[in-house]
């Protein structure tokens, strides 16, 4: 097919006299040729040789990335009857049939890779397209399109592919649709449709004139005004007036002879006014926007104006159903669309445009490892050049990657292997890569596996095709763009599996298209982002970079630096991206370096962008800046490596590199670790009649583990001293299937895991994993339950001890001094072992600390890890004295302050990945009197160490910026096990005003999980788990009399005592002797005050819900058997819903949400709970959430306050003579509210 471009002086071939230069010896031309025609076909104004695309067809889109090296063009000479869509995680392919004028089935090619599944949608003769909807998201690092629908006039096709990501969405009038384009590589890249005018037109549509299109409309059907704005000049600003929805919008223009003038007010005369002025060179690059119901019509919600300048909006309530529209330089014609009071309906008018963009790239060269991603474990470094070209990759994973071998083809076209790097383990794949087939990106994630940060996936991207995830793609993911040519080998460590993983780059003769100038030693790696912005730019100081001031918002806006140059002046680079977003300023100390860059590329306003930038130093960690969502980069950076940054930018920063030269660096850590035995533990139950305690006089050779629903039995052989195998009893019952782990000579222990949990009534063991230096064995038994983990030190490993009866009841690991120890312990003294350690291998300052006394305080310092800890404490002579501050300076700091008799019964915590580091993500403290923490994010693999009274001797670990490791010091001890309380002391005008708590399993019982007491001076709690379905009950001043519920081993059920109130609730008119209003839930709007007490049975309830609840109803049937109604309560918005009761039907609960609609805290939702059924719930369940559980016979009514919608509501209750089956004495004026339970519990 030929291109030609309207430059204004006739149709001339552009492309083709491009084309020509490249077979005139333009050799870098030649290359770039497809990237050029892909900007080509971005054009907004189409021209073929086709009879059946006129000259007055305009390109609407594109949507998805700047990715594929494929452009594509579908404009088909008939009617298409057939597409045939191949989906995975994105739109892989598409491919058309069509019948062309003759009758003639033919088909398209197919346009993407050959990947996903295939979907075929057939049309009939009659069947037209009325719109085009679709996303667009990220998928292996690119963004794609994630998914397609086709509407038609029949029917609605899709969605085909994964429906995530940022949404678009076309209306397409009758015979206007003309054709498809867009670009494509192993998925489709981008999708744009080719729109004519067409003769039907917009229904509201008074005029289109030959070379212009409405795009839309977006919105409802009301409206009784059509308009259109086209203007005869440049808009200078948009006046728009925008409340719960889009109320009105009004233009100023300049014309051509430079007068200011002004459009009518498109729409009513509500809303708060906007005005967006808009400078000279200012022009729109896209409109987005949403459509939802307001005021129980369709129409436009909010609009944002999107310009090369800036982002304006959004204007109205950002809820519905999004659109987005981009718009080339100089397409646009105006707006129209249908208003009445608000703005019902809204169209874009484009006209035809043409633009080009040239880019050039020029590099040079070295060799530069750029990483590691991974842990700082693995004892063996590896590294891989092919003399030649890597033929084949073959991989094992499981849990991880472990292992990795290359073959390749040397310059003599031998074929040779690498070794393997790695472990044993895992399943085997290979991938194979054809003659011309190169590298074009590494992608992967790296987490904990078997408490080891290791690299857990692993993906290789390539000009031909996606290969991988291979591994578990999970963890914090990792992506390097790799240039044609750039790529030299691979690198890292490695033991059991790949613990980390570094990709060698040389520089590339070919480059990035977007690369405009690299030092002779710096190679620029990325670029992360996406292709747009207009402007390229690279930073490379001459000096120190002392400040780097970014602006975000809902990404990163621009980017400035101040450096001091080798003179020692200071000087500011200029600024990189657009004017919007606020300032942060991050200033650096002269001894202060970068350990890495890590940040996020996600879609804004429709543009793949940079969304946040962190920058990691030896001092302290800055950002996030922006949003931090997306597809996540992390770059560690080596000391002395760094060179500069550089990428492309419009509005803001599309993307970015960072420009690394050569570095070398080295990381040492010593140990000494001396001698004694120590029982770490227990975990699990206090049941279990006998106790056991198995210390092998030499080596374990098996484990027999006998396992159900938990762990049955456990059976050791071992082989002692003089080289007799020997075995133990056999510890447990004679259950379960049996597994046996057997060790080979030069295996060892290096963790124990497990799960403690609840079965058949017992608290035991449920599962069990022993780790070693060879291989994971296990779960054993059933993964379920509270876990905990103790990694094991080489040489430490001394036996195992705890109770069982029919199960493993409790389980200890004892524990003796390691010549070897942890690789990062410094000096431990006799008499003491470190338990742990937990967390990563970062962090380059170890610390011990072992107090001459009694912990009287720590201080802790968290954000969203760990930053530091310091301790103060009482040595022997009563003096205090402190620590050091271990860790950071950054996080806010908790206070802990034990009492003279407290001490420790347990620490726990939880490891993760924050800002790319595996760190103490939280800490907690648990100790006689209290349970101190979470300090942090509880987020994360957790651990948990019980400790025996007086054996806890100190703290040890790693740290940088955070705290990287932790280990507990512990000494022998012969104490046990205390159990820990909290006390609420109340003042004397103290009164309760609420009771607040979670309902959960827990140990295989749904008892009380939490609980809190809201009074007029404090919140006190939640003391317990916070976890389960959550109860609040509001309590009026002076209405509180008493509690109940049940209990056994735990707090199984419980209510709330209520007795009427002189006070009352501030909207309750009138409280009898024996009634109670309970509430209310929701708001202090309303002005109209309502109680609804039926003489009689309620039978039906008429509910009016939308965002939340509009109104409600009630039938009821009196006592004479008549049947009357209430009035409404409430406006007259919403969707109705009946419920109709039968007659021995009866109230068992009320529950619902309260929330923010409209910018009043109303009832969003509703529910009745009765002995029949539940129904609901009504409205939008959102917000805080209520439950109120109602005694049979103790139901009386309902009270509240409204206005356009139900702003808060109460239950009225009174006392019952069937109460509670438990309730052994029930007052006069008493009613217990509740209970929240669940049915155990012997003893109420």
Not at 640 to 656: H, R
Not at 957 to 968: K, P
Not at 1157 to 1166: K, L
């Amino acid at each position: 097919m030929f291109l030609f471009i309207e430059d204004g002086h006739g149709i001339k071939p552009t492309l083709i006299s491009i084309y020509r230069h490249a077979h005139n010896g333009d050799r870098e031309f030649h290359t770039n040729f497809p990237h050029l025609l892909r900007e080509y076909i971005q054009i907004k104004t189409w021209y073929t040789l086709s009879p059946y695309f006129a000259a007055n067809g305009v390109l609407v889109g594109p949507w998805g990335g700047k990715g594929g090296v494929n452009p594509w063009i579908f404009i088909p000479s008939g009617r298409i009857c057939e597409i045939r869509i191949s989906t995975s995680g994105c739109v892989d392919s598409i491919r058309f049939t069509y019948i062309d004028h003759q009758g003639v089935q033919k088909h398209s090619e197919r346009y993407g890779g050959d990947g996903g599944s295939a979907q075929t949608v057939t049309f009939i003769d009659d069947e037209h397209f009325i719109g085009i909807t679709g996303t667009v998201g990220v998928y292996e690092g690119y963004t794609v399109i994630t998914s397609l629908s086709f509407l038609t006039n029949k029917k609605n096709y899709g969605p085909y592919g994964t429906n995530k990501g940022t949404s678009f969405s076309l209306p397409i009038t009758k015979d206007s649709f003309v054709g498809l384009t867009g670009n494509y590589g192993a998925y489709i890249d981008s999708f744009s449709v080719i729109l004519q005018s067409s003769s039907v037109g917009n229904i509201f549509s008074t005029n289109m004139a030959s070379n212009k299109i409405y795009v839309g409309p977006w919105g409802g059907k009301g409206g009784v005004k059509p308009w259109t704005f086209i203007p005869n000049g440049r808009i200078s600003q948009i006046c728009i007036s925008a409340s719960g929805c889009v109320d009105s919008i009004r233009f100023t223009y300049i014309d051509h002879q430079g007068v200011q003038k002004q459009s009518e007010r498109y729409g009513g005369d509500g809303g708060s006014a906007h005005t967006l002025t808009l400078v000279d060179d200012e022009h729109f690059i896209g409109i987005t926007g949403t459509v939802g119901v307001y005021e129980r019509y369709t129409m436009i919600t909010s609009l944002c104006f999107l310009t090369n300048r800036k982002n304006y909006g959004p204007y109205g309530t950002n809820q519905g159903t999004s659109f987005s529209l981009p718009v080339a330089m100089g397409s646009f014609g105006g707006f129209s669309g249908n208003y009445g009071a608000y703005m019902d309906s809204f169209s874009v008018i484009l006209q035809s445009t043409s633009l080009e963009n040239i880019f050039s790239s020029n590099t040079a060269s070295n060799r530069i490892h750029v990483g590691p991603w991974g842990g700082n474990g693995g004892v063996k470094p590896w590294t891989f050049i092919p003399n030649g070209r890597i033929f084949q990759i073959r991989i094992s994973t499981f849990g991880c990657v472990d292992s990795i071998r290359f073959t390749y083809i040397d310059h003599q076209g031998v074929q040779k292997h690498s070794e393997r790097y790695g472990g044993d383990g895992g399943s085997v794949h290979t991938v194979t890569f054809v003659d011309d087939e190169h590298l074009i990106g590494i992608t992967g994630t790296v987490g904990i596996y078997e408490r080891y940060t290791v690299i857990t996936s692993l993906s290789f991207l390539t000009n031909k095709k996606n290969y991988g995830p291979y591994g578990t793609n999970q963890g914090t993911s990792f992506s390097l763009p790799v240039a044609k040519g750039s790529f030299s080998g691979f690198g890292g460590n490695y033991g059991a599996y790949i613990d980390s993983f570094s990709v060698i780059l040389q520089s590339s003769s070919l480059g990035k298209i977007f690369n405009t100038n690299i030092a002779s030693n710096g190679i620029h790696v990325g670029p992360w982002g996406g292709n747009g912005g207009v402007k390229p730019w690279t930073f490379i100081p001459n000096g120190r970079i002392s400040q780097i001031r970014i602006n975000a918002s809902g990404c990163v806006d621009s980017i400035r630096f101040t450096y001091i140059d080798h003179q020692g002046v200071q000087k500011q680079s200029k600024r990189y991206g657009g004017y919007g977003g606020s300032a942060h300023t991050v200033t650096f100390v002269d001894d202060e370096h970068f350990i890495g860059i890590i940040g996020t590329v996600g879609v804004y306003e429709g543009y793949t962008v940079i969304r946040s930038m962190s920058f990691l130093t030896n001092k302290n960690n800055y950002g996030p800046y922006g949003t931090n969502q997306g597809t996540s980069f992390s770059l560690p950076v080596a000391k002395g490596s760094f060179s500069g940054f550089s990428g492309n930018y419009g509005a803001y920063i599309d993307s970015l590199s960072v420009i690394l030269q050569p570095s070398s660096f080295g990381n040492i850590f010593t140990s000494n670790m001396e001698n004694n035995r120590i029982h770490v533990g227990p975990w699990g139950g206090n049941g279990g009649v006998k106790p056991w305690t198995f210390i092998p006089n030499g080596r374990i050779s098996q484990i027999h583990i006998s396992a159900s629903g938990c762990v049955d039995s456990i059976r050791f052989t071992y082989i002692d001293h003089q080289g007799v195998q020997k075995h133990s009893e056999r510890y447990g019952g004679d259950g379960g299937s049996a597994h046996m782990v057997t060790f080979v000579d030069d295996e060892h222990l290096i963790g124990i895991t497990g799960n403690v949990g609840v079965y058949e009534g017992y608290t035991v063991i449920r599962s069990m994993s022993f780790h070693t230096n060879k291989k994971n064995y296990g779960p054993y038994g059933t993964n379920q339950g509270t876990s905990f983990s103790l990694p094991v030190a080489k040489g430490s490993f001394g036996g195992f001890s705890g109770n069982y009866g029919a199960y493993i009841d409790s389980f200890s690991v004892i524990l003796q001094s390691s010549s070897f120890g942890s690789i990062i312990t410094s000096n431990v003294e006799s008499n003491r072992i470190h338990v742990g350690q937990w967390g990563g291998n970062g962090g380059v300052k170890p610390w011990t600390f072992i107090p001459n006394g009694r912990i009287s305080q720590i201080r802790v310092s968290a954000s969203g890890c760990v930053d530091s800890i310091r301790f103060t404490y009482i040595d022997n002579q009563g003096v205090q004295k402190y620590s050091e501050r271990y860790g950071g300076d950054g996080g806010s700091a908790h206070i802990v302050t034990f009492v003279d008799d407290e001490h420790f019964i347990g620490i726990t915590g939880t490891v993760g990945v924050y800002e790319g580091y595996t760190v103490i993500r939280s800490i907690s403290f648990l100790t006689n009197k209290n349970n101190y923490g979470p300090y942090g994010t509880n987020q994360g693999t957790s651990f948990s160490l019980p400790v025996a009274k007086g054996s806890i001797s100190g703290f040890s670990g790693n740290y940088g910026a955070y705290i990287d490791s932790l280990s507990v010091i512990l000494q022998s001890s012969s104490f046990g096990n205390i159990f820990t309380t909290n006390m609420v002391t109340f003042v004397d005008d103290e009164h309760l005003i609420g009771i607040t708590g979670t309902v959960g399993v827990y140990e295989g019982y749904t008892v009380i999980r939490s609980m809190s007491f809201l009074t007029n001076k404090k919140n006190y709690g939640p003391y317990g788990t916070n976890q389960g379905t959550s109860f609040s009950l509001p309590v009026a001043k002076g209405s509180f009399g008493g509690f109940s519920g049940n209990y056994g081993a735990y707090i199984d059920s419980f209510s709330v005592i209520l007795q009427s109130s002189s006070f009352g609730s501030i909207i309750t008119s009138n409280v009898e002797s024996n009634i109670i209003h309970v509430g209310p839930w929701g708001g202090n709007g309303g002005v109209k005050p309502w109680t609804f007490i039926p003489n009689g049975r309620i039978s039906q309830i008429r509910v009016s819900a939308s965002g939340c609840v509009d109104s409600i109803r009630f039938t009821y049937i009196d006592n004479q058997g008549v049947q009357k109604y209430s009035e409404r309560y409430g406006g007259d918005g919403g969707s109705a819903h009946i419920v109709t009761f039968v007659d021995d039907e009866q109230f068992i609960g009320i529950t619902g949400t309260v929330g923010v609609y409209e910018g009043y805290t109303v009832i969003r939702s509703i529910s009745f709970l009765t002995n029949k059924n539940n129904y609901g719930p009504y409205g939008t369940n959102q917000g805080t959430s209520f439950s109120l559980p109602v005694a049979k016979g103790s139901f009386s009514g309902f009270s509240g306050n409204y206005g356009a919608y139900i702003d808060s509501l109460s239950v009225i209750l009174q006392s019952s003579s069937f109460g509670n089956i438990f309730t052994s004495n029930m007052e006069s004026n008493g009613i217990h509210v509740g209970p929240w339970r669940g049915n155990a519990g012997l003893k109420p």
